[in-house]
């Protein structure tokens, strides 16, 4: 009896406490064992887990090839099969001469056989350890040849442990190999887990040389009955990676070659019949760097994948190796991404590696690994003993075999990402932030898929559709004006779009969504607006507005183009007693009027020229001035990218170039140009209205921008000398009021800021003489007929 210690600290009366018969004496808590015993006795020490485990790993089945599916199998199995494997791939480092690896599983009767020709193991007798040397190293711990650290090493073995582990964990093993230098063969087999040994059998041999390790593992020791399904794929698949990575190596399992020519053809079973995101075979890029050094690349499906190889270790985790492979490409892919990248997305090194699948078979000098699984390669790149420098031409290949494209799907996936938090997934019949919108009554409610938004060019064309509001009602019509013209987003980055208070702006009105798909018509129901009508002045800037209209929606949502999504409403942009709607009808009419100059002709500057009452008379006739756009097919779309994408500008030049062509043999043929809107005009197609509207913008663009060989001036230059040659004025004028004149005296159709731009740089590029000491010399004929 003792007494209790806490009784020393409370004011209770002191107790007893008996001693506990099952305490356990000093001897049993603290033990010693042999280490033959501590390794069975702690397998997961050297061999890993002896218990059963799930994960995805790449194996060869017989009915499926190489795939990636979930396997279970016992590491511990796995690591002892796989130390003899490498034991035989090691010897090819030794001797170059060797040709063959022979690899024969048999389930029925529980064995696993690894023969390699070659140099084999001395058998000789050695003289401290009074052993023979194949005896040693393969039943005795702690001995190997690889413990001279001096000597720089390209061979799997390191700690000593390897062979005898399978060894331990089996219940025979046998040992056979052939010497030509001693001229003898060498055989002994251990039992029960090395435990009991065998007489040696030392017989004179001439011959050629080999090693061959037969062993039965101890299936009760990792809680097995046979070698199961998984297993032996899982074997299998290593007898193909040493048949992929052991350069001038035949493979045989079980008496059938391996069918792989080494690194490339073994890459090749991880890729067949796999497809990059559009469909398409994947890329390899492969190079043999040097002697040491092989790697492949391609593209990833689900985050960064590396297959590697460190002198014929599956370095399963991979490690510092395919760091230093993969880093050097994602610095150089990084430099790419970040020139294509107009989303503005910030893509970061390790964003970029997501998209790699690298492979890497490499020999390095005395490596280091995590632990004795060798799973997880750790020795520092500066002591590789050999370097890897990929050359401009594989980088080159790689920024051309899908890689670069994945990333850039992920970016504008990423932007989309972003832009979507600022849409909203409920439909609001009340919105509230939208300046200027005259929302219609109807609209986010349950008749919404029958509203319409008209979005104009500007306030004044505001005023002039809320005119006509008051003859088709508000309940089914919305306005909303537009600030110039839109911003092209298939060029835009991510920050200039959700910077871009307009497009905000019409996201909310209409209650779109990046991410979503609407190619179920029922999907339309979501939106506040069923169709969206675009009412721009009728000139070539706004059938720019138009077109930019267009474009962001085709990039954005293709599929509401197949739903008639978009129409337009078209005014007059020139009237007499009739009106016209494009100035190719205007031109080919007046060509046909021998008395044109007693017509009194009124030309429409903007939406703002139309009176309200115009304004009634065009909403009264909606037939007339309503013209859906209707989606034709893949011709469409291809005209929209054309119009508007920079990858298509080559594209663009010829196009506008055949345009011009054809232009001037009409003329030269006095056959009238093409032109929409005639009286028949029902409908349009994206198609006609890229190649026979949006054209004449482009064409127009061209012209006000490039100056003319015969006079070096550019159109709007011209009309502000020639008012000032008209005005001859002597004195200074201010800039302003020589804008007023130039707009009164030469027909000039666009916007006042735009010739007070034009007159300014005039006055600044001519001599002060020109205006004040030289009499307006005459107009060459070429000039006047310009004007």
């Not at 079980?254 to 080494?262: C, F």
């Not at 018509?521 to 070539?540: A, C, F, H, V, W």
């Not at 060989?709 to 009021?737: H, I, M, T, Y």
Request: proline fraction near 4%; charge should be positive; aromatic fraction near 10%.
């Amino acid at each position: 009896n003792v007494i209790s210690p806490q009784s020393l600290f409370d004011n209770k009366p002191m107790e007893k406490i008996k001693k506990d018969p099952k305490r356990m004496s000093v001897e049993r808590i603290y033990q010693k064992k042999t280490q033959l015993e501590h390794i069975l006795l702690r397998p997961d020490t050297y061999i890993g887990s002896v218990e059963p485990v799930t994960q995805q790993m790449w194996v060869y089945d017989e009915d499926d090839g190489l795939n990636c599916r979930d396997v279970t199998f016992v590491p511990g199995l796995y690591k002892i099969f796989d130390e003899i494997l490498v034991n035989a791939a090691d010897n090819k480092q030794r001797d170059k001469k060797m040709s063959t690896i022979k690899i024969n599983i048999d389930i029925e009767n529980n064995t696993i056989s690894v023969w390699n020709n070659g140099r084999g193991i001395p058998v000789v007798e050695h003289k401290v350890e009074k052993v023979y040397v194949p005896a040693l190293i393969f039943g005795q711990l702690l001995t190997s040849s690889n413990y001279d650290d001096d000597e720089k090493k390209v061979t799997g073995g390191r700690n000593g442990y390897g062979a005898k582990l399978c060894n331990i964990f089996s219940t025979k093993f046998t040992v056979e190999t052939s010497c030509k230098e001693s001229k003898k063969s060498f055989k002994q087999v251990w039992y029960d887990n090395m435990s009991r040994t065998g007489d040696s059998q030392i017989k004179p041999f001439d011959g050629e040389e080999y090693t061959c390790i037969t062993f039965r593992p101890d299936l009760a020791k990792f809680k097995m009955s046979i070698l199961d399904r998984d297993t032996v794929a899982l074997m299998t698949r290593r007898a193909y990676d040493i048949a992929g990575v052991s350069k001038g190596v035949r493979v045989f399992f079980n008496d059938k070659k391996l069918p792989l020519t080494g690194f490339r053809s073994y890459v090749d079973m991880y890729v067949k019949d796999r497809v990059d995101e559009l469909g398409a075979a994947l890329t390899v890029v492969h190079e043999v760097v040097n002697d040491r050094w092989e790697v492949c690349l391609t593209t990833s499906e689900k985050g960064f994948q590396q297959v590697s190889f460190v002198n014929s270790i599956a370095t399963t985790k991979g490690g510092r190796h395919v760091d230093y492979v993969a880093d050097q490409v994602v610095s150089k892919l990084i430099e790419v991404v970040k020139k294509k990248n107009k989303a503005g997305v910030a893509v970061k090194p390790f964003q970029v590696k997501n998209h790699l699948c690298v492979f890497v078979n490499c020999l390095i000098e005395n490596p280091t690994f995590d632990s004795q699984t060798k799973e997880n390669m750790t020795l520092q790149q500066k002591t590789f003993g050999s370097t890897c420098p990929l050359s401009d031409k594989f980088i080159k290949q790689a920024t051309s075999c899908g890689v670069v494209e994945s990333i850039m799907n992920w970016v504008k996936f990423k932007a989309q990402t972003q832009l979507n938090k600022k849409c909203s997934t409920v439909k609001h019949t009340k919105i509230k932030g939208v300046p200027k919108l005259d929302d219609a009554n109807d609209a986010g409610g349950k008749n919404s898929i029958g509203c319409t938004l008209i979005l104009t060019e500007g306030d004044s064309a505001k005023t002039l559709a809320v005119s006509g509001l008051g003859v088709v009602g508000r309940d089914h019509y919305g306005v909303f004006p537009l600030r110039g013209k839109m911003l092209n987003v298939r060029e835009a980055t991510l920050k200039q779009i959700m910077e871009n208070a307009e497009i905000n702006s019409i996201i909310k009105i209409i209650g779109l969504q990046y991410k979503k798909n609407y190619s179920d018509p029922e999907s339309l129901k979501s939106l506040r607006y069923g169709k969206i009508m675009i009412m721009t002045d009728q000139d070539q800037d706004g059938s720019h507005i138009k077109g930019l209209l267009i474009n962001f929606i085709h990039h954005n949502w293709p599929s509401l183009l197949r739903h008639n999504f978009l129409e337009e409403f078209i005014t007059p942009i020139i009237k007499s007693q009739l009106s016209f709607y494009s100035i190719p009808e205007y031109n080919a009419w007046k060509q046909s009027q021998p008395n044109q100059k007693a017509w009194k002709i009124k030309y429409y500057k903007g939406l703002g020229t139309s009176t309200s009452q115009e304004a009634k008379e065009y909403f009264s006739d909606m037939q007339r001035h309503r013209i859906p756009f209707k989606y034709s097919g893949p011709e469409d779309d291809e005209a929209i990218s054309l119009a508007f994408s920079k990858k298509k500008v080559d594209e663009r030049k010829e196009w506008l170039t055949n345009f011009m062509v054809n232009r001037r043999q009409r003329r030269a043929h006095n056959l009238p140009e093409d032109y929409l809107y005639s009286q028949s005009t029902k409908s349009l197609s994206y198609n006609d209205f890229v190649n026979k509207e949006l054209v004449l913008f482009s064409n127009s663009d061209n012209e006000r921008s490039i100056p003319c060989l015969v006079d070096g001036l550019k159109p709007g230059q011209r009309k502000v000398l020639f008012s000032c040659f008209k005005r001859n004025d002597k004195r200074e004028v201010k800039v302003a009021q020589l804008a007023g004149s130039v707009a009164e005296m030469s027909a000039y159709h666009h916007g006042e800021v735009a010739i007070v731009d034009s007159t300014t740089i005039e006055i600044s590029e001519l001599p002060v003489k020109t205006w004040t000491q030289v009499s307006p010399p005459p107009l060459p004929p070429s000039t006047v007929s310009r004007v």
